[in-house]
Structures are given as structure tokens and as C-alpha cells.
């Protein structure tokens, strides 16, 4: 079956570093990927998306490109502020095959220190 | 800005009870979806319906949990009877069709002990 493999967290940074949280994925189908974030007490919000291979979902800062050869999705920020400290989920759903339900990754814990 | 609503937020009850959770999906949106997040686990997909009709239950425990849509404004997540091991929390989403992958929105789920 599906599956989706992100790196353990937390991860630690100071504000304004670089931020990367790896994503990999297995798919029978061609799935669409997904980054979700939650915080403290509050469901996923949607951060950004992409539905074929090289596009590149963008959302607050916020990069991810779709790589089939590699099949990742990895997230990248710039210049990370404290206010993102949050758990971040990729995800996956291969509607194509009547998959529409979202396979979510262990999520990554982020805290970001001033 | 619209919104997916699930009640109760919170609700703690001793093993043997049942237990109704209760979602309200976006106006519009013909499809929502029942996950499950625990510490062990992650987050799970339980269920799905669209146009009010059950999908894909696969990942429910067929033997207590049951999951309906009695109309387009309410679905219902119901476990008879409870179990320690069920506490976790459970979150609503819904999402369009007609636009191929429309993304999913959540409710703040319900967080669920069972005692």
C-alpha cells in the first residue's frame, strides 16, 4: 500500500536559519502530495500542494517540489520565524486509483527558538 | 471564512459507554472523511463518504465503531462499546469534488479518553 516516510522529530533551529524536513513516499498509483501543519489544540491546515511530477507548491515561504525520480517532497523555508513552530505533516492521495483519502507521514515536530 | 465543526471538543467517559462524536462539513463540500491520531499511529484514515454514501470504511473496527451521514450537514462517528485502547483524537475533514484533488479541511477534532 501507500506510504509516506518524513524525518524524526523535533527538529530544533534558531530563528531565521534555513529550514528542510525531508519527505519520501510510496505509491502504487501517481498520487498528489501534500503538506499539512498543526498547531497546539487545532486540526491540519493545508500549508501547500502539488499534483504532478516538478511542480512546485509554495505557501508563506513555505517551498516543496514534487520529484517522481526521487519520489520526495521535501519542505523548505528560507528564514524560519518563531511563529512556525508547529507539527508538520506530508501526505499523500492517489484519487487516480479511487484512493481519496489522505496516508499522512509520522509528522515532524519544528520548534524554532529566538 | 467556512469552516469544518465537530463536537464535542473533548470527552471523557468510562470504558463500556458509547461515545458519539459529530461533525458538520463545510456548506458544499460532498465528501468528508473520518481520521484518527494517537502518538503510536499517526494519524489514520477510519472512513469516507461521498454524497452522503460510506466509500471506504476499511480502516474502521467493524465490530464497535460505526460511522453514517443521516443528512448533507451532519456526519456521525459512533463507537458502542468504548475501550481504553479507542482514546485518542478524531478529526473531520471535507472536501469538494469536481476540481481533481481538492484539499481537505479539518475540524479541531475531538479528543477522545476513555477511562
Known amino acids: 500500500g501507500d506510504s509516506v516516510t518524513q524525518m524524526e522529530g523535533p527538529v530544533t533551529l534558531s530563528e531565521e536559519a534555513f529550514l528542510t524536513i525531508n519527505c519520501t513516499y510510496t505509491a502504487t498509483g501517481y498520487p498528489s502530495l501534500f503538506w499539512y501543519v498543526q498547531y497546539p489544540g487545532e486540526g491540519l491546515q493545508l500549508l501547500l500542494k502539488?499534483?504532478?511530477?516538478?511542480d512546485k507548491g509554495s505557501n508563506k515561504g513555505f517551498e516543496a517540489t514534487y520529484r517522481k525520480e526521487t519520489t520526495s517532497f521535501h519542505l523548505e523555508k528560507g528564514s524560519v520565524q518563531v511563529s512556525d513552530s508547529a507539527v508538520y505533516f506530508c501526505?499523500?492521495?492517489?484519487?487516480?486509483?479511487?484512493?481519496?483519502?489522505?496516508?499522512f507521514g509520522k509528522g515532524t515536530h519544528l520548534i524554532i527558538q529566538p | 471564512d467556512a469552516r469544518v465543526t465537530q463536537t464535542p471538543r473533548h470527552k471523557v467517559t468510562e470504558m463500556g459507554q458509547e461515545v458519539t462524536m459529530r461533525c458538520q462539513p463545510i456548506l458544499g463540500h460532498n465528501t468528508v472523511f473520518w481520521y484518527r491520531q494517537t502518538m503510536m499511529q499517526g494519524l489514520e484514515l477510519l472512513a469516507y463518504f461521498r454524497n452522503r454514501a460510506p466509500l471506504d470504511d476499511s480502516g474502521m473496527p467493524k465490530d464497535r465503531f460505526s460511522a453514517e451521514m443521516p443528512d448533507a450537514t451532519l456526519a456521525t462517528l459512533k463507537i458502542q462499546p468504548s475501550e481504553p485502547r479507542d482514546s485518542a483524537v478524531y478529526f473531520c475533514?471535507?472536501?469538494?469534488?469536481?476540481?481533481?484533488?481538492?484539499?481537505?479541511?479539518f475540524g479541531d477534532g475531538t479528543r477522545l479518553s476513555i477511562l
Open positions: 502539488a499534483t504532478k511530477a516538478d
Open positions: 475533514a471535507s472536501g469538494g469534488t469536481g476540481v481533481s484533488n481538492q484539499p481537505q479541511h
Open positions: 501526505a499523500l492521495s492517489d484519487r487516480a486509483r479511487g484512493a481519496d483519502g489522505l496516508t
